[in-house]
């Protein structure tokens, strides 16, 4: 830890936070959600969605739509709660696992909220210059098919 954080080794110990947040803490101790690994696993998806459309602000329900449309066997993996149905609960627990305190936490998005009504807020997000900078994408892949729309 001293040698990382000496002035010439600053650079290194990025990554390897971001590698061990990635690989090794499990992003459900930040929450009360049940398991849901499949969160964790899709997070190269979730960064290639940011990458695609985090030029402008969306709002985080854009991300976890397009992550179930992509994985829609997560939600048979939800446990059936009389509080919600197991779409919203994944969509909940994507957004404040995977783009709060992923994404949010780390630097890769910037975040702000916003007031739906009275009583509801939710945020959006947008990407940083750090994504670009921590993660590289093959042109080919970022020039694949609008998964979006």
């Known amino acids: 830890a001293k040698k990382l954080l000496m002035d010439k080794n600053r650079a290194a110990l990025y990554p ?3 590698n061990t947040y990635i690989t090794k803490f499990n992003w459900g101790y930040w929450d009360g959600y049940e398991e849901m690994p499949f969160v964790q696993q899709g997070f190269m998806f979730s960064l ?3 990458r695609m459309y985090g030029e402008q602000w969306h709002g ?3 991300y976890a739509n397009n ?3 992509a994985f829609p066997m997560a939600v048979d993996e939800v446990e059936e709660s009389s509080y919600a149905e197991p779409e919203e609960t994944l969509m909940q627990c994507y957004e404040l ?3 709060l305190y992923f994404m949010g936490m780390c630097g890769l998005a910037e975040v702000r909220e916003v007031q739906v009504d009275t009583r509801r807020r939710a945020f959006e ?3 940083t210059p750090l994504l670009t ?3 590289e994408f093959q042109s080919e892949i970022l020039r694949g098919h609008d998964i979006a729309h």
């Open 125 to 127: 997000l947008r990407a």
């Open 60 to 62: 985080a329900n854009f």
């Open 16 to 18: 390897l936070i971001l």
């Open 67 to 69: 992550y179930i449309k």
């Open 97 to 99: 696992r995977c783009l």
């Open 48 to 50: 290639y969605l940011l």
């Open 133 to 135: 900078a921590a993660i």
